[in-house]
């Protein structure tokens, strides 16, 4: 199980979260968007359907409709009604059940980084976990630092 920190510094999460849902969709997978905050929820629902007019990244909120067909199922918590086997945790708030997923994409802003640092060790001692660290260079590109 690979899992992604994504250290947001310069691109906010209304720019990264949908670059990474497109590739998880183009690639055939499915894809859970967590965050307990219900107001952030409806934001990412509304950011999903418009947030570049040559795309679109069919999603539904959880509850919404039929959760079992959905490629992108925006939730309150880690439970995948859409078979997904991607899970984004977007409130800056680690899960330890994003790791029954085949990944997870862990994104934080600087004032969760001390959380993120706690869950970075946490996971570091794990069987079968493949952490990986990203950041923004000066340039806005995503490099792999750890």
Same mark, same amino acid.
Not at 116 to 121: E, H, N, P, S, Y
Not at 137 to 142: C, T
């Given at each position: ?8 510094? =310069?691109?906010?999460?209304?720019? =990264?979260?949908?670059?990474? !849902? #497109?590739?998880?969709? $183009?690639? /055939? @997978? +499915?894809?859970?968007?967590?965050? !307990?905050?219900? $107001?952030? +929820? ?9 947030? !570049?007019? #040559?795309?679109?990244?069919?999603? $539904?909120?959880?509850?919404? /409709? ?9 939730a309150g918590e880690v439970t995948a009604a859409n078979a997904a086997r991607h899970v984004a945790l977007v409130d800056g708030a680690w899960r330890d059940e994003a790791l029954g997923f085949d990944r997870a994409f862990h994104f934080f802003d600087d #004032? @969760?980084?001390? @959380? $993120?640092?706690? !869950?970075?060790? /946490?996971? /570091? ?17 995503? #490099?792999?630092?750890?």
């Open positions: 199980m690979q899992v992604d920190f994504y250290h947001l510094t =310069a691109t906010p999460l209304d720019r =990264a979260l949908p670059q990474i !849902a #497109e590739k998880v969709v $183009a690639s /055939g @997978a +499915r894809l859970l968007i967590v965050s !307990a905050g219900e $107001a952030q +929820r409806a934001t990412l629902d509304r950011l999903l359907w418009a947030y !570049a007019p #040559e795309s679109f990244l069919p999603h $539904a909120q959880a509850g919404a /409709g039929d959760d079992a067909s959905q490629p992108i199922l925006i #004032e @969760a980084i001390p @959380a $993120a640092r706690l !869950a970075w060790k /946490g996971l /570091g001692g794990q069987d079968g976990v493949e952490r990986r660290y990203w950041k923004q260079n000066d340039a806005g590109r995503w #490099e792999q630092v750890a």
